[in-house]
């Protein structure tokens, strides 16, 4: 166990470095003048991944332990309002030429001036939009492959985020969410200095050990394995066409009677964004990516609703007040743009917070094991 006083000298060693990376571009993480790219220093496992978030930055990043409003959430019934999106006025200009950059957490695609979205009579400004993987925020307990999310920010420093679910056309890619374990112990020692991507973290001696998954497709005994499982719970195959998660045109009900449902609106932007992905595959990278036509998106978004909800950043220092608009209209992408974002982002997604208003569900379980340490013990 260290010191109190190496503890103290770590933990002001972390409160200079851990940074957000949702919110890079605005005024809670502004991009570094001389144009490099910020890598994060908070990541998504071990000691440094959303359950040990506070100790990297007790001051700044309380309210990731702390805070009642938390993204993301479970968008159930009761936790969103739905609007439409014609209500929002939402200005997505085509891209000439940007910038795409590795943040070491996610990448991410710089919005020169220009797009915006009016909500309530305020106009947000969009500042950049990055990707997570796999959704953070889940349609009724479901993850998506992947989530995208555009941010906005205004004139008085307000943050709101449009989230976009990600899917791949026959709804493979999703991963059940992480379920929330244990908090770190308090001397744990975050990897401050030595922030690695997700897919790397592992050292030598894991990675012999590992047997390293490959890609390709699933030998047809063990297709037929999983057709079977998939049968028995009611759930189409990947080879099926017709009812599966997933499928384009396929509708899902979600709370207050929104509908989240499949367009192709935003799969070219997406494609043509993934398409140069393997030239960031170090964090700290960054390459020119344009023209990018952002108008298949922002019909595809204005045709939908928005589920709406005041939240927070899903990254330190998961300031809250964020206004958050997840669109109802699911995007899907090729299986071979979601392998390309795989095997640069990894894994990315914050676990799901509690319901809005109730305790964090990291405090609870603090109190949970601090009363189990308290409690008299049992007479032999
Ligand atoms: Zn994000």
């Not at 979205?117 to 925020?137: C, D, Y």
Request: proline letters at 6%.
């Amino acid at each position: 166990m260290p010191s109190p006083q190496s503890l103290t000298a770590l933990l002001l060693l972390c409160a200079s470095t851990a940074r957000a990376s949702c919110a890079y571009g605005t005024h809670l993480h502004a991009r570094a003048e001389d144009g490099a790219v910020k890598v994060n220093t908070f990541g998504y496992t071990g000691t440094i991944s959303p359950l040990n978030w506070l100790s990297l930055d007790p001051a700044a990043n309380a309210a990731c332990a702390t805070g009642r409003t938390q993204s993301p959430i479970d968008m159930t019934q009761g936790q969103f309002s739905l609007i439409q999106a014609a209500d929002v006025q939402l200005n997505l200009p085509d891209i000439a030429e940007t910038e795409f950059e590795n943040l070491g957490t996610t990448v991410e695609v710089i919005a020169p001036p220009g797009g915006s979205m009016v909500a309530n009579g305020t106009t947000f400004n969009l500042k950049q939009f990055h990707f997570h993987l796999p959704s953070e925020h889940l349609d009724q307990g479901r993850s998506f492959a992947m989530e995208m999310h555009m941010v906005f920010e205004s004139d008085a420093k307000q943050i709101a985020v449009l989230g976009v679910y990600l899917d791949t056309a026959n709804g493979a890619g999703a991963a059940a969410a992480p379920a929330p374990a244990a908090p770190a112990a308090a001397e744990a020692k975050p990897k401050s200095k030595s922030r690695r991507h997700a897919r790397d973290v592992e050292s030598p001696e894991s990675k012999r050990q590992v047997q390293v998954i490959s890609g390709g497709t699933p030998s047809s005994s063990t297709q037929s394995i999983i057709d079977a499982i998939l049968a028995a719970m009611g759930v189409s195959g990947g080879a099926t066409t017709g009812g599966s998660v997933g499928n384009v045109g396929n509708v899902i009900n979600v709370g207050q009677g929104a509908t989240v449902g499949a367009t192709t609106g935003g799969s070219s932007l997406i494609d043509t964004v993934m398409a140069s992905v393997g030239k960031i595959t170090t964090p700290g990278s960054k390459t020119k990516i344009g023209p990018l036509s952002m108008a298949g998106l922002a019909d595809s978004l204005k045709a939908g609703q928005l589920q709406t909800y005041s939240g927070s950043l899903t990254t330190p220092p998961c300031s809250e007040g964020v206004r958050w608009f997840v669109s109802t209209q699911k995007q899907t992408i090729s299986l071979q743009t979601f392998d390309a974002a795989r095997s640069v982002i990894g894994f990315n997604a914050r676990f799901p917070q509690n319901k809005l208003g109730q305790e964090n569900v990291l405090a609870l379980a603090v109190a949970a094991n601090n009363a189990r340490a308290a409690a008299p013990r049992a007479a032999p």
